[in-house]
């Protein structure tokens, strides 16, 4: 069965450090990939997807993923975490029919 | 575009009303999608249509619990009867999967109580 899994439920960085959420996918092809991120009280926004071509890809507010179909992982990650990071992150994968699975969520919370 | 419309944002019903959550998709997507999302079960896809046609409700709780869309700007999802279980946020997006999009467009929510 297709999924996608987020191993962290919560994740707590100093403001100004590096972060790293983790997914991991189970599909039966390369799908396509997505994170998005929900700040509290509204929905889903696409922070960067990920199709063909380069394994790096960047997405909005300085994030960027990487793809690696070796490790079947879509990380996503930011050099340097703002307090305004902190908000719930999901990763997602569709396949052939384009209907997203999407992983529990991991919640970033940022120390000042 | 004003991206997807819900309402109404925030809805506090007693148990065995009947409640209607509405949604406007982006114009020019095709596919509409309902979502319930909890702390228990995380984000769970209830229902999609494309072109007004559902096409997958396998993630209907129950009877209880039912969706339309009657023309391509307008869905609805309508419990009746609510129960306190039932309280959630509820999302409604949006896709076009056309042309090389392929991401979904989420509305802001209805957050859903039920006493």
């Known amino acids: 069965a297709q999924s996608v899994t987020q191993p962290d439920i919560h994740i707590t960085v100093s403001e100004g450090a590096s972060l790293e959420l983790r997914c991991n996918y189970s599909y039966g092809a390369t799908p396509y990939l997505f994170w998005y991120v929900q700040s509290p009280g509204q929905g889903l926004q696409l922070l960067l997807k990920y199709f063909s071509g380069d394994t790096l890809v960047q997405g909005i507010k300085g994030f960027e993923a990487e793809f690696k179909r070796s490790q079947s992982s879509f990380n996503l990650r930011k050099p340097s975490v703002h307090w305004s990071d902190a908000a719930e992150y999901f990763c997602?994968?569709?396949?052939?029919?384009?209907?997203?699975?999407f992983g529990r969520g991991t919640s970033l919370i940022v120390h000042p | 575009d004003a991206g997807v419309i819900q309402s109404p944002r925030h809805e506090v019903t007693e148990m065995g009303q009947e409640v209607t959550l509405r949604c406007k998709p982006i114009?020019?997507?095709?596919?509409l999608f309902w979502y319930r999302q909890t702390m228990m079960r995380g984000l769970e896809l209830l229902i999609y249509f494309n072109n007004n046609v559902p096409i997958d409700d396998s993630g209907m709780p129950e009877d209880r619990f039912s969706a339309k869309m009657p023309n391509a700007s307008f869905s609805t999802l309508k419990i009746q009867p609510s129960e306190p279980r039932d309280s959630a946020v509820y999302f409604c997006?949006?896709?076009?999967f056309g042309g090389g999009s392929y991401e979904q467009y989420f509305g802001p929510g209805t957050r859903l109580t039920v006493t």
């Open positions: 114009s020019g997507h095709d596919y």
């Open positions: 997602a994968a569709s396949g052939g029919s384009y209907i997203p699975t």
């Open positions: 997006a949006s896709s076009s």
